[in-house]
């Protein structure tokens, strides 16, 4: 009986956790990472999930990401004022389940992940790239659940196209575009983020058998076709014939 206590209270904390939006689960965490931010992904005393930043990668190239709105409800009213207990700079909502007109939560999530991919293997992230090597499960996050301002909800509306950019020393933002020109920009501060996804990275050897990233996959997605999770550890015989 104690045992079924003890898996029922662990299978509520983690429900309370995560939470689904637009069919994507996603981890309410008592830290606040940024988008394209790599870093450690783990459970806090077996419960609690925590995202350590390590390392944000350079940028020099915009990378487009999707945003969409999601109108709250009764579960994601639940999962901000469970956020809000981490972070007490997080800002009021006042949802009225009665009420036509109800907050909404804005989804921003990385979409060309071709270029993310590109940016990370060039020159300029090799430091990235040794890092992730070396401690081999490190994570970044692709995926932001946020709360923002009507006035800036707005800006999202009014514009067709959005981009993740590094302005200045590592620090990201999101452009806005319309018709091919950038309109705004967003500056998504910790207190906003609600939620995030994390994604794992796939490995692959080029003609000199150097390793590289190949993919970036949600989750606890396989990695598809010849690409790897993990870089296989070398098999070094350094016997000769002497030793023999």
């Not at 029922?8 to 309410?28: P, R, S």
């Not at 606040?32 to 790599?38: A, F, K």
Request: hydrophobic share 35%.
């Amino acid at each position: 009986m104690i045992k079924r206590l003890a898996v029922l209270f662990l299978i509520v904390c983690t429900a309370c956790q995560t939470a689904k939006i637009k069919n994507d689960t996603y981890k309410v965490a008592t830290t606040s990472p940024e988008l394209g931010s790599i870093g450690d992904s783990r459970k806090k005393y077996g419960i609690k999930n925590t995202f350590e930043v390590r390392t944000l990668p350079t940028l020099e190239n915009k990378i487009r990401v999707s945003i969409s709105m999601v109108p709250f409800n009764r579960k994601l009213d639940k999962v901000y004022k469970s956020k809000a207990k981490y972070n007490q700079n997080h800002s009021q909502i006042s949802y009225i389940d009665s009420l036509p007109k109800k907050p909404e939560l804005v989804t921003i999530k990385i979409l060309d992940i071709n270029g993310l991919v590109n940016e990370l293997n060039a020159n300029y992230n090799s430091d990235v790239v040794r890092l992730l090597k070396d401690t081999k499960k490190f994570k970044i996050i692709t995926s932001l659940a946020v709360n923002l301002p009507v006035d800036e909800i707005t800006k999202i509306r009014q514009a067709d196209a959005y981009y993740l950019t590094n302005t200045h020393d590592k620090k990201y933002s999101i452009n806005l575009y319309k018709s091919g020109k950038k309109t705004d920009l967003l500056d998504i501060s910790p207190e906003a983020i609600v939620a995030f996804q994390t994604s794992k990275f796939c490995w692959a050897t080029n003609q000199k058998n150097e390793w590289y990233i190949a993919d970036i996959i949600l989750g606890e997605n396989n990695c598809k076709g010849n690409t790897r999770s993990v870089i296989p550890k070398e098999n070094k015989n350094n016997e000769s014939l002497f030793d023999m």
